[in-house]
């Protein structure tokens, strides 16, 4: 029995975007070739992968298996053929295609000049980049790699630490006059806070106190699912915000937002370069990493941050 690649790859293409269409358009293919090269795998399977009911197609059961275990299989493949072709020591062009997903704020604040200064090093490859603050299934969605912020969960997947991020708390000027500044942890029951949508208050507002991190008791009417939003809502004075350094530091430089409870220290927030475990590591891979190690190696949010001397607070109750 032989399979051809082309078809494989096609299937895991109607897999992923869920049409024939929008396959077709990714490919650069009409439908017809599309729907010949899945029907072609069919007759060499022997076995049904899509259902197709007025003109919409499923996966079926079999489909599922089969993408679960050929994702994998044909990227260590890929990357096996452009590591002998492409140059194994890292100095021939490099080509194919590199697929990046990040988060939304920041990727649009920090990662695109950094992506396009690659770009312009490596004129012959083709570079794709979807930012969303979701943590993306990298295998199954066809990343090469992926940026994460905060904690890994994942470890099945292979990893980088690029620098590391702290988180602030923080609020307006206003706000601050009205409400007052808190001095404790304590504090924090008497004020607004304004939470993320993607973690519960529990886990956003913790602080380290010796060998563990605690969580406050806090309140607070407004959820956002977005870090920017969040600091816009801070800056409008609608409570306090514990936000990612890189997206405080702006509105921290020139005073639209000020720092609070500097003396208790914060969850860490690593940023971290992810990838499905492949070997050997593709060319193109091995070489964005430690583009993005390089640009990130003393990030440029944080001189901001280190200009606000921390003020005197109380102790942790």
């Known amino acids: 029995?032989?399979?051809?690649?082309?078809?494989?790859?096609?299937?895991?293409?109607?897999?992923?975007?869920?049409?024939?269409t929008a396959a077709a358009a990714r490919l650069n293919l009409s439908k017809s070739v599309v729907s010949k090269r899945i029907t072609d795998l069919e007759g060499t399977l022997g076995a049904a992968l899509f259902r197709r009911n007025a003109g919409r197609i499923t996966p079926t059961e079999a489909a599922l298996r089969l993408a679960e275990r050929l994702r994998p299989a044909l990227t260590e493949l890929i990357a096996a053929a452009e590591s002998t072709a492409w140059d194994m020591d890292g100095l021939a062009p490099l080509r194919g295609s590199l697929s990046i997903a990040a988060p939304m704020t920041f990727g649009v604040m920090h990662l695109g000049p950094i992506i396009a200064r690659f770009a312009?090093?490596?004129?012959?490859?083709?570079?794709?980049?979807?930012?969303?603050?979701?943590?993306?299934?990298?295998?199954?969605?066809?990343?090469?790699?992926?940026?994460?912020?905060?904690?890994?969960?994942?470890?099945?997947?292979?990893?980088r630490k690029l620098c590391e991020d702290e988180s602030v708390v923080c609020a307006s000027p206003a706000y601050l006059e009205r409400k007052g500044r808190p001095r404790t942890l304590a504090d924090l029951r008497d004020h607004e806070v304004i939470g993320y949508s993607h973690l519960p208050n529990s886990q956003l507002w913790q602080f380290q106190d010796r060998d563990r991190f605690v969580s406050p008791v806090v309140q607070g009417r407004l959820s956002m699912n977005n870090g920017e939003a969040i600091r816009d809502m801070a800056i409008g004075g609608l409570g306090l915000a514990i936000l990612p350094g890189f997206i405080a530091a702006p509105a921290l430089a020139d005073g639209r937002l000020e720092?609070?409870?500097?003396?208790?220290?914060?969850?860490?927030?690593?940023?971290?370069?992810?990838?499905?475990?492949?070997?050997?590591m593709p060319a193109k891979l091995r070489r964005f990493v430690d583009h993005l190690a390089a640009e990130l190696h003393r990030p440029p949010w944080q001189a901001p941050l280190s200009q606000h001397p921390p003020a005197t607070t109380e102790a942790t109750p």
């Not at 029995?1 to 024939?20: A, H, I, K, Q, S």
């Not at 004129?123 to 890994?152: C, T």
């Not at 971290?272 to 492949?278: F, K, R, T």
């Open 120 to 159: 312009a090093l490596n004129p012959e490859l083709e570079i794709s980049v979807d930012y969303d603050d979701r943590a993306r299934d990298l295998a199954r969605e066809g990343f090469d790699i992926g940026i994460r912020i905060g904690k890994m969960r994942d470890k099945a997947l292979m990893q």
């Open 1 to 20: 029995m032989r399979y051809d690649l082309n078809d494989l790859e096609t299937f895991l293409t109607v897999m992923e975007l869920g049409t024939v």
């Open 259 to 280: 720092r609070v409870l500097e003396g208790f220290d914060t969850r860490p927030l690593p940023v971290v370069a992810v990838w499905p475990p492949v070997s050997p």
